[in-house]
């Protein structure tokens, strides 16, 4: 079976732009989830989407939003990018939610100058 | 602030020897996983135990729950150089809230 794969692996930026990130679970795999990596903070989660719904949400603001497709494909976004958005993000999949075993991708490295 | 909280941050052992990260929780949990991390990639999961669990294990780890201390170690054994990476925690508070909170990490280096 593949892994969950996320696209794109960097991305560079500037402040004030906005950003999608793509990932595709495994296959078979109806929850999402979305992480955000950085050495001040470690990882936080964003949400989780569970067959086309959103399940759970961490504590970003508004900016940060994501969907999923029918296909158990999902996207993050992020807009109007501030500095401090520089993160690894990760996205994760699982059979059941986030509470179970989570399989990572190898996340996205977003630089926001 | 993080629920959970991995002590140490930092362990540098030689290959051979085990190596012993510890993870403390606030909440009441339903469940506690730890993952590994290797150099700013995706983590890997390693072992769940559940609440009602004491101990688990799978190959060379081994993973303790003390739900009184509110607090889990990991335990490795017989360490090898590819063990070199980042260890964390992830605790899912009982209670309803589905939202897994990951401690700060331990970071293992293992010298050949």
């Known amino acids: 079976k593949a892994g969950v794969t996320q696209t794109p692996r960097y991305l560079i930026k500037t402040r004030g732009q906005q950003v999608t990130l793509s990932c595709s679970p495994i296959s078979g795999h109806r929850s999402v989830s979305w992480y955000q990596q950085t050495p001040g903070q470690g990882l936080q989660f964003l949400f989780e989407?569970?067959?086309?719904?959103?399940?759970n949400k961490g504590n970003f603001p508004g900016r940060f939003s994501g969907r999923q497709f029918s296909n158990s494909r999902s996207e993050m976004n992020v807009s109007t990018l501030e500095l401090g958005d520089s993160a690894l993000y990760l996205c994760a999949s699982s059979l059941a939610g986030v509470s179970n075993e989570q399989f990572f991708g190898p996340g996205t490295r977003l630089t926001v100058l | 602030s993080q629920q959970g909280e991995e002590d140490p941050q930092a362990l540098s052992i030689q290959e051979g020897e085990n190596a012993t990260m510890n993870c403390s929780y606030k909440?009441?949990?339903?469940?506690l996983q730890w993952y590994r991390q290797n150099s700013g990639r995706g983590l890997v999961h390693l072992i769940l135990i559940r609440s009602n669990e004491r101990e688990k294990h799978s190959g060379r780890l081994r993973v303790t729950l003390d739900t009184s201390k509110k607090s889990s170690s990991l335990l490795i054994t017989a360490s090898r150089a590819a063990d070199t990476a980042s260890y964390f925690c992830a605790t899912h508070a009982s209670g309803g809230s589905y939202i897994p909170t990951f401690g700060r990490g331990t970071s293992l280096i293992v010298h050949p």
């Open positions: 909440t009441s949990i339903n469940n």
């Open positions: 989407y569970f067959s086309e719904t959103q399940r």
